[in-house]
T-cell receptor, first 117, second 109 residues
Framework: GAVVSQHPSWVICKSGTSVKIECRSL??????MFWYRQFPKQSLMLMAT?????????EQGVEKDKFLINHASLTLSTLTVTSAHPEDSSFYIC?????????????FGPGTRLTVL | RKEVEQDPGPFNVPEGATVAFNCTYS??????FFWYRQDCRKEPKLLMS???SGNEDGRFTAQLNRASQYISLLIRDSKLSDSATYLC??????????FGIGTKLQVIP
């Protein structure tokens, strides 16, 4: 299947700082990228959907000013957690869908584990 | 009612057993369905798509029942390596994807 990378794989930061997570599709053009969050023992929760070159669509309850998403190219989307707080500690996973994605399949990145102290 | 419901388990089964999971969905307009596998602290990986006619891939069989709005996954001859969480994914439109909470399977020697 197609390959999606995420960077960093884990990050620890102090409360109040901002953290940027990158999601790249390595061998295909991702017309749509999704950002998910997963708390322990809970399901993946979609945070937002972004299409290349346009503003992201956020799910209900997700603050767009806190979770900044940029999908500037067909191979890169970034999620910036601004003014992070301990409750933002979670596993953040991106997925991508594009020309290589058949029948709406998504290809997931390896995830970024964020810990806010 | 949740959009996608799964029994979180865990399902503890001996090696070689056959185990089945169901997943129900509430949106009758849902268009495509998938089973993903997620290992502990890893990202989900596509296991198989679920077609209206049902599909089989080795020891895994997936089926869709639109009338009753559920999909199923059957695993035959369970292996230790099958131990994981199995996520049901329902796509109600191009940008509307919902994951179930996942069903945890533990295959015991």
């Amino acid at each position: 299947g197609a390959v999606v990378s995420q960077h960093p794989s884990w990050v620890i930061c102090k409360s109040g700082t901002s953290v940027k997570i990158e999601c790249r599709s390595l061998d295909f053009q991702a017309t749509t990228m999704f950002w998910y969050r997963q708390f322990p023992k809970q399901s993946l929760m979609l945070m937002a959907t972004s299409n290349e070159g346009s503003k992201a669509t956020y799910e209900q309850g997700v603050e767009k000013d806190k979770f900044l998403i940029n999908h500037a190219s067909l191979t890169l989307s970034t999620l910036t957690v601004t003014s992070a707080h301990p409750e933002d500690s979670s596993f953040y996973i991106c997925s991508a869908r594009g020309l290589a994605g058949e029948r709406n399949e998504q290809f997931f990145g390896p995830g970024t584990r964020l810990t806010v102290l | 009612r949740k959009e996608v419901e799964q029994d979180p388990g865990p399902f503890n089964v001996p090696e070689g057993a056959t185990v089945a999971f169901n997943c129900t969905y509430s949106n009758s307009a849902s268009q495509s369905f998938f089973w993903y596998r997620q290992d502990c602290r890893k990202e989900p990986k596509l296991l198989m798509s679920v077609y209206s006619s049902g599909n089989e891939d080795g020891r895994f069989t997936a089926q869709l029942n639109r009338a009753s709005q559920y999909i199923s996954l059957l695993i035959r001859d369970s292996k230790l390596s099958d131990s994981a969480t199995y996520l049901c994914v329902v796509n109600a439109g191009y940008q509307k994807v919902t994951f179930g909470i996942g069903t945890k399977l533990q295959v015991i020697p």
